[in-house]
């Protein structure tokens, strides 16, 4: 007899797989885009220094949010597997 698996089930999975992934991103976007510009904005007294700062923080705030989403949403998964 198949096992059937829930919708909502199958979309914690989902989401719990590309958490992590756009956790990945995010960290590529702050180190190697954001970060970088920043610096650069900075040093040369631009006035867009600010609005890339906010970027800047934005993005670290919604990668800190996938941090804790990924365990959680581990958690559920496998309580669901029972």
Known sequence: MPHSVSPSSTT???VGTGSPASSVAAEVLVFFVLG????RDLRAGAPTAPVTRRRLVVVGWLNFGLTIAVPVLGAVVLSTLD
């Open 12 to 14: 914690t999975v989902r």
């Open 36 to 39: 970088p510009r920043l610096q």
